[in-house]
Every structure is written in C-alpha cells, then in structure tokens.
C-alpha cells in the first residue's frame, strides 16, 4: 500500500476573468435545479393523470430526499477514490446527466413506450404508472449524483479564499435554474413550439429540461479541467469498502464540518414545509380569508387552476428575491481576508463603489448573516399563522427568497472552505492546502486606498500569496481526497429533516385536517369558508422553531477563536519576520445573558486547559488575554465584559519558549473584545490594538494575518508611550490600578503596523525543537545590547533581503536558505540564557543533514527552528541529541505554515 495519494496537473477554468470563470465552474447547478424544478412542479399532477394514486404518491415524494441520502454519498466515496484520465468528478457528471436525460424521456413518453408492447387496458395502465415511477426514480438518484459532484468539482477547483465566492455563485445559479424552470412551466409551450418537442405541455417541458441540463454540465465540464488522482492512499476495494468509508468518515467528521451538519439539520426541518407547501399556504389563505379574491375566482371555469396559479406566482417571486439576494449578498458581507480578487473586483467608481468602500469596515462575516437568514425565516414562517390575505402571504413567501438564498451559499462555503483547509500538506486538525508558487506581485490598487494615509500601505499590501489572478489562484491545488464523502454527508444532513418534517407533517395534518391530501387538495369550493386551524401554516410555524434551534447552533459555532503560534525572527529579521504555524490558542465564548449580576470580577469566568493550566492566572484583569480584551472594551467606553461572559481558553502553545504565546494571547484578547463588545472592528485596526500592547510586530502580525509575514512598525508618541494603562510590555506586568486599569486608555492610532505577506515554498515544513524549561521575553530581550555595529547590521540585512524571495522558490535552495538565514543582532547575546544553542546551530547545516535548509533560534528562544523539506524526524533527533549532552531534554513538533491566521472557527 503506497503511503501518500499522488496526483498529475492543477485544476484550471478556462475564461477571461473571474467573474466568467465563476459562471463556467458553476453553471451546471443551473441546469441540475431546472430538472429538480420542473420535476417537484409537475410530475405529481402526471403521475395523478396516469392514474396513480394519491396515498401511493408519498412514496414518490420520499424518494428525493432517499435517493440523496443514499446516492450522494456513494458517490462521494467513489469519485473520491476515481483516477480516471479525465478527473474525478466530470465522469459522473456526465454519465449522470446522460441518465437523468433518458429516464426524463421515457418518464415524458411512458404511455407511448407501453404502447408499444401492450394493448390498452388496466395491465397497460398499470404498466406506464410502474415505469413512470421507476423513471421518477432514476431521474432522482441520476441527479443526486450529478449534483454532487458538481458541488464537489467547485470545492475541489477553487483555493480556500475562493470558496466563499463560488458557493455564492452556485446559489446564483440555482436561483437562475429556479427561475428557468417556473418560467418555462408558464409559457404556453405547444403555442410556441407546435408539437415539434412532444405533443404536451409536459412533454415539451421534460425535452426542455433535458436539452438544459446537457448544454449547462456540458459548459461545466468543457471549461473546467481537474487535476488526476493517479494513486491512492487507501487502495481498498468493494462495496463493504465503501460503507466502511462512509461510516468511518460520518463518526470522525471534523468539528467545523459536524457543526455544520448540525444547522443544516435543523435548518432542513424547518424548509421542508416551505418545500412542499408554500404554494399550496397561498391557495389556502385564498380559500379561507381572501373574500374578494374568492369571489372572483369562484366565477371562473378553471378554479383548481387558478388557485394553483395564485401560489405559483409566489413561488416565482421568492425566486426572483432569492436571485437578486443572491447578487447581492456577496457585496455586502465580508469575504476571507485572503481573497484579494474580491477587492480587485469591485467597481471602482460610481454610486456603489462610493456606497461599497463605506461600508467596507461594517461588512459583517457570512456566518452572521446566515444566523440572520435563519432567524428572518422563523419570523416570516411564524406570521404564516396570522396571514389573512393573499397579498400578505405571497410576501411572507417571497421574503424568504432572501434566507433561501443563505441557504444554497453559506453552509457550502464554510464546508468548502473547512475542505480545503484540511488538506493541507501534512495536516492535522487544521490548516491550509495552498501550494505556493513564485508569483508575481499584485499591482496596489489605488481607487481602494483609504483618506487615513497610515492605513493606506496597511490595506494595500501585498495580499496574501501575492495572487495575481484566478489563473495563479488554480495553483493552489487540494490535496484532500475526501470532498465527495464530506458533502455527501453533509447532504444526509439536509435529507434527514425532510423525513422528519414529513413525519410532523403527517401529523399536523391527521389532528387538524383529517382525512385530507393538503398537497393534492382539489377541494375548490372556494366559495365555502374553510374551518379550523390552517394545517400548512401550523406546520410552517413548527418548522420555523426547528430554525430557531439552527439559529441557535450557527451562534455557537460562531463563538470560537483560534490563533496559531508563531515564530518570529527566522535568523536575521529581528522584531521584523514572522510566520504562522500549526498549533492553535483556542477560544469558546459564551455570554449568559440571563446573569444580570455576576459574582466573577469584571463579569468574566474564566476556565483554562492545556499548556499552563494551574500558573497561568484566571482573574479577568491579571490574566493576558482577557487584559487585553478589557483594554480595547475600555477604549470603547465599555468597561467591563458583559454579564456573564465565560471565556474558555484551551492552549497548546507552550509558554515562554519562543512560540509566540503571548502573541497569540494578545490576538486572541483583541478578538474577544471585538467580539463581545460588538466593535465591528476590521482585522486591520484589530492589529492596532494589538500592537498597543506588544511592541514587536512580528509574532502578532503573523498570529493576526496567517502566513510567512514581514512587518513595520510605526513609534507612538511621548505622551503614549508613557501611558500606564497601555504598559508597552513584552507581557502585561501586574495592572497597575486593579480592575479600573486603564479606565480611560488612549486610542491607538490608526494603521501602527504595515505588514506584508510572502510566498511559502510548499515543501517546506518548520521542525520546533522545544526544551523544557521557558525563557520569558523580557528577559530574553534584556540581554542583547542597546547598540550594533553597522558591520553587523548590514550582515544582518543582506541576508534578510535574500531570505524573503530564497523562501517562496520552489525546490529552495538550501545553500542560500542556510546562510541567509545566519543572525548577528539577538541569537549570539542570547547564548547565556540557552545551554547548546551555539552548538545546535553550528553543528546543522544542509551539508550534515540532508533536507535542512536553515536553522535558527525562534523568537525570543529557548525553542529551535529548523526548516526542511525532508528527513524531519531525524534531524530533530539529532539536534534533541545535541542538547541532551547540554543536559536539556526536548519535545518536538513538525509544523507546517497557519495561512489563514486569526479566525472564527466553527465547533
Ligand atoms: N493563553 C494564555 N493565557 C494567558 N496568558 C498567556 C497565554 N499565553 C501566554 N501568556 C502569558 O505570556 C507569557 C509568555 O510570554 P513570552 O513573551 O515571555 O513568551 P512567548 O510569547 O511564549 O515567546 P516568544 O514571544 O519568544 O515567541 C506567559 O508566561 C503568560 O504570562
Ligand atoms: N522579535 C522578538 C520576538 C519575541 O517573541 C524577540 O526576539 O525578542
């Protein structure tokens, strides 16, 4: 069994620009909901027409949600595994699609197909109705797998940052497909076409959606190309195989994806009587409460018709809110830090470039506004009860296109984006997949650039990866194998309810409206006032509480941080490099908001695991992290957290070794003021913050942004530089006034830190040599000298400036890495503190040790940082060695770059 999957190629989308390269990737949704529309819209009255019953059609309607739970999975789990010349997931999309097409044929001709081989009569009937079903069938489960791989060729086509951008274009395009097929159902089609596409209605409407659903996965899977897996990690075989993946996958999902698992469950039992009903909620507040509209209907020859079309009409209204909320949506919400096309791709002049760069720093992040979206929806499904009119229930229906349109975007962002960044090269829990390339830099845009000149270099440094388009984007490649049975699981997820909210359907209807069919209601008696309570809304009102409870969990995933650890310096960039790696301070934020009186000083409870747990202090205002957090509330006039806030901290991080503990804790402060105090604050002016308070940028500029970072600082004033409250410390000392520290502290100014991100070469992996005993910052740095030689300054900087670039080249070269990254300014004062450290580092060298590239101290010591593309473990253990003759003992760590940095995460 090989150890690792090895792939060929690099995704690509052919296009001009992003925008149409969007468009291309996600097209094929469009065509797969046009089929999904036209089928849920009228196969029932087919079927019916064929003369199958009403009791034997919940047996159709089921096999949607079944054919999904079942199929997308599976198929997950095998184009997962596909190594086939043309990708993973374009085979199953097209074979797919060519099935769904047929069954969509004989589905439309079933009569004629009997008729072929069978005389008129009651075998006959029965014979089109079991065939019909059967296509029905086929055309579900054919679908289903073209769905999912569809969404899985996004995921696995675009980097992390695109993700959020192309979930929100598959959601447009659903909405385009939505809307294609209610407008198709309207137009007389025989009128138009004669009997050239099938000599009815729904015949002609079956070619249309067939020819649609080629044409939009032709488009996809032309444009498109995948890179080829070409072996694989688990070579495993069969069905039983298979299961087992499946079932493995399902227990051990990573936390960010089961939270999502979790909403969209709730979430699903809530739309699944809007599904089916909302159509049929307008038909029958006409026929209750809508006097005037009764009354005209009541005089017409075709009133089961006309109902149908008063709740039609709602329908394509919801769709043309959900497309436009859809388009618009992604203008006005944050997209990742990391997508700098995003920013290119806004206009740049005019009203709405005016109205996009004010409101820039407000955007809220997705997931906030999905909470939202969950909680507009709950409202408008609990007013179903009080709907009186049609005019009204068409607008509680239409509103909802605004959190539909959240629905098909946010939670395949946010697994996308998880997928991706589980990918990554030698991962655990977390982390980013980008292959970084050479690129070439960014142009800086300058229509962006703010009237706060000490912003403008903040916000126009080089994005991250210096991504010069989608092309340069493509080279981000996915190493994760498992996209297909991720998001066939996550559809299992959305499957489910729809069981369960027909199961409380069933049971609604049985108490309130006993022996009625409310889909198939052919009750037209418009004029007789109907009795009792309104079933559908009933059922709208239940499932609007189940969406609150997914409100509730899209909160709570909402409430956890995490910061990665970092190591500063990297040999000759004193207080300047930094980079991000692999090991994250973790923060779960709850606010009880019944606690108006808390016993806990400052209102904060504080709970403490991992490296540090019994030393480090809990009290609010001694412990670093919540000490920072009061500093910002209290810039914001907010001078306690609110009651009751309980912030627990889990830390890997060793303390006082070099790993940036205190960087991240003072990240991590900044976020939770941000946070609970509810500042909106950008990344950005966050880091201002920060930098109020840790006077060296590099580890909290890398905590902060993610990445290999190198940063600038800018000096505060006399008058702030001696403020008590802001104590300018490697570590917040003692508070100097108790809890009323710093009352009233001074405002940082605006854009302190200038930062820039590099390229990372992907084979480059940090091993951390961490000795067991801590060296604090402040004394690490009371060492060195107050003055340097210029001969050591510029050995210093000559090496700085070629170590930058010798990093991003790929394969590096560990001869220039190796002595660019050589020190004079901190490594050699700092012997005293660190028994070996002179040894370690003159005893590795790329030359005695196969795969290093450079070693160095990290941070402010006692940790090592070595850097390597091979042979990891042995050279930790050869220099673990080194300092056992020293008589240190030593753990170490294989870590690869935190690219994304500071960020919510979902738990
Ligand atoms: N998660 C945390 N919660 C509370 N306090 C913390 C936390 N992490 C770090 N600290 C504080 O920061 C101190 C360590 O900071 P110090 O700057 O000395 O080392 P470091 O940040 O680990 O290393 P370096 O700055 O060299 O990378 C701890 O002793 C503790 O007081
Ligand atoms: N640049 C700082 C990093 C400390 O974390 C130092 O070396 O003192």
Redesign the pocket.
């Known amino acids: 069994m090989s150890s690792t999957s090895t792939w060929k190629g690099a995704p690509k989308i052919w296009g001009p620009n992003e925008s149409v390269k969007m468009v291309l990737l996600t097209i094929s949704l469009t065509g797969v909901q046009l089929v999904w529309g036209i089928e849920m819209a009228y196969c029932a009255p087919y079927l019916l027409s064929l003369g199958l019953t009403k009791s034997l059609m919940s047996l159709v309607w089921n096999v949607g949600p079944i054919s999904g739970m079942i199929c997308q999975p599976i198929v997950g789990v095998l184009a997962d595994r596909s190594t086939s010349g043309f990708g993973r997931r374009r085979p199953i999309i097209i074979i797919g699609s060519l099935c769904v097409g047929a069954a969509l044929l004989i589905l439309g001709w079933s009569r004629e197909i009997v008729g072929l081989v069978l005389a008129e009569g009651e075998v006959k009937k029965t014979c089109t109705i079991v065939l019909a079903v059967g296509m029905i069938y086929v055309v579900d489960f054919a679908i289903n797998a073209v769905q999912a791989s569809c969404r899985a060729l996004i995921v696995d086509t675009l980097p992390e940052e695109q993700q959020q951008k192309g979930s929100a274009w598959a959601s447009r395009m659903i909405a385009v497909g939505n809307l294609g097929g209610y407008f198709a159902g309207m137009i007389d089609l025989r009128g138009t076409f004669g009997d050239s596409l099938g000599d009815s209605q729904f015949k002609q409407l079956l070619v249309i959606a067939t020819l649609s659903l080629m044409l939009c996965v032709g488009i996809t899977c032309a444009c498109v190309s995948e890179r080829v897996l070409v072996s694989r990690k688990d070579t495993g075989t069969g069905v039983v195989h298979m299961f087992k993946i499946i079932w493995s996958t399902i227990f051990n999902l990573p936390p960010n994806i089961w939270a999502i698992c979790k909403v969209l469950f709730w979430a699903w039992v809530g739309w699944f009587p809007f599904q089916v009903y909302s159509t049929t909620f307008v038909g029958e507040v006409l026929k209750r409460y809508d006097t005037a509209l009764k009354h005209q209907i009541a005089n017409s020859d075709d009133k089961l018709g006309d109902i149908a079309r008063v709740g039609s009409l709602a329908l394509v209204l919801f769709s043309c809110v959900s497309l436009v909320a859809s388009v618009a949506l992604p203008w006005v919400i944050e997209s990742p830090p990391s997508d700098e096309l995003h920013k290119k791709a806004l206009p740049k002049k005019g009203v709405i470039a005016d109205f996009l760069r004010k409101i820039d720093p407000y955007k809220p992040e997705l997931s906030s506004v999905w909470i939202w979206g969950h909680i507009s929806f709950a409202a408008l499904m609990f007013l179903t009860l009080f709907a009186a009119s049609v005019g009204f229930a068409t607008f509680l229906v239409a509103m909802s296109g605004v959190a539909w349109a959240l629905m098909t975007w946010a939670p395949f962002s946010i697994v996308g984006e998880e997928i991706q960044r589980l990918g990554g090269p030698g991962r655990g829990r977390r982390g980013s997949n980008v292959r970084y390339e050479h690129l070439p830099m960014e142009e800086v845009d300058h229509s962006r650039v703010s009237a706060d000149v000490s912003r403008i270099s903040m916000s126009n440094s080089v994005p991250p990866f210096s991504v010069a388009d989608l092309e340069a984007a493509e080279n981000h490649v996915s190493s994760n194998e498992l996209s297909g049975v991720y998001l066939g699981i996550l559809n299992i997820f959305a499957c489910l309810p729809q069981m369960v909210g027909s199961f409380i359907s069933f049971v609604v209807f049985s108490i309130l409206e006993p022996g009625k069919s409310p889909e198939f209601s052919d009750d037209v008696d418009v004029v007789q006032p109907a009795k009792g309570v309104n079933a559908i809304a009933v059922c709208l009102g239940i499932g609007a509480i189940s969406t609150l409870a997914a409100a509730h969990y899209t909160i709570k995933f909402k409430n956890n941080y995490q910061v990665p650890c ?3 310096n990297i040999g000759p960039g004193f207080d300047v490099l930094g980079i991000s790696l692999s090991v994250w ?1 973790e923060l779960t934020v709850n606010i009880d908001r019944n606690i108006t009186n808390s016993t806990y000083p400052l209102n904060c409870k504080i709970t ?1 695991e991992g490296d ?1 747990a019994g030393k ?2 809990l009290e609010a205002d001694h ?3 919540t000490r920072t957090a009061l500093y910002v509330l209290r810039c914001h006039q907010q001078r306690a957290f609110p009651a009751e806030t309980h912030v627990h ?1 889990n ?1 890997p ?13 003072v990240v ?1 402060g900044v976020m939770l003021a941000n946070a609970v105090g509810e500042l909106n604050l950008s990344k950005d002016r966050m880091m201002d913050f920060c930098l109020m308070i840790e006077r060296h940028p590099d ?1 909290v500029m890398a905590a902060m942004m993610g990445g290999f970072v190198g940063s600038y600082l800018r000096e505060l004033n006399e008058e702030d530089m001696a403020r008590k409250e802001i104590p300018l410390a ?2 917040l000392p003692e508070p100097a006034g108790g809890v009323d520290t710093g009352l009233e502290p001074p405002q940082p100014p605006m854009g302190i830190g200038h930062y820039i991100k590099y390229g990372w070469a992907q084979e480059v992996k940090a091993i951390t040599i961490i000795p067991n005993f ?5 004394s ?1 740095r009371a060492v060195l000298p107050k003055q340097y030689t210029a001969k050591d300054m510029i050995f210093n900087l000559q090496r700085l400036a070629v170590l930058t670039t010798a990093l991003t080249r790929s394969p590096p070269d560990a001869d220039l890495i190796y002595e660019a990254m050589q020190d004079k300014v901190h490594q050699q004062y700092r012997a005293g503190l660190i028994p070996g450290l002179p040894e370690v580092l003159s005893s590795m060298s790329p030359k005695t040790q196969p795969g290093l590239l450079g070693i160095c101290l ?4 006692p940790t090592i940082l070595a850097l390597a593309t091979e042979n990891h473990d042995q050279i930790a253990e050869n220099i673990l060695a080194v300092f056992k003759k020293n008589g240190i003992t030593c753990s170490y760590k294989i870590l690869t770059p935190a690219h994304e940095g500071a960020e919510i995460i979902y738990a």
Do not use: F, K
Not at 653 to 659: D, K, M
Not at 774 to 778: H, N, P
């Open positions: 970092s190591s500063a301070l403490y540090g480090v202090p412990n670093l992290i901290i830390n991080i060793p303390l006082g070794r070099g790993l940036g503990s205190s960087g991240a804790a991590a580890n490697e570590v801590e060296v604090s910052t402040a690490s990290s941070g402010a010591g």
